[in-house]
């Protein structure tokens, strides 16, 4: 019997779905924002940011402000670029 690839991968995906037990509802995390401090090169630097499930996450761009890193964005592609042989440049 010969089965086509389509049909095989469709069974295969079915399969991983059944096995590793996908919830069907998201989970519910609470996020709220926070102020961190973070050492930047020895010196203390507040950052806004956000915890959600007791982490903390940094906005990048605030970040590669701080290690003075270039951030680029290509609409077109959906693409961020970090140059760290450039300057940071307010958008």
Do not use: H
């Not at 709220?32 to 930047?40: E, F």
């Not at 507040?46 to 951030?71: P, Q, T």
Request: net charge positive; aromatic share 8%; proline share 4%.
């Amino acid at each position: 019997m010969k089965i086509s690839k389509r049909l095989f991968a469709m069974i295969l995906c079915i399969a991983m779905l059944a096995v590793t037990g996908i919830p069907a509802v998201a989970s519910q995390q609470t996020v709220s924002p926070t102020r961190a401090t973070v050492i930047v090169n020895g010196t203390p630097t507040a950052f806004e940011a956000y915890n959600i499930g007791g982490n903390n996450f940094f906005k990048l761009r605030d970040v590669m402000e701080a290690f003075d890193v270039n951030v680029g964005w290509d609409g077109s592609t959906n693409t961020i670029t970090l140059d760290t042989s450039k300057s940071y440049v307010q958008p």
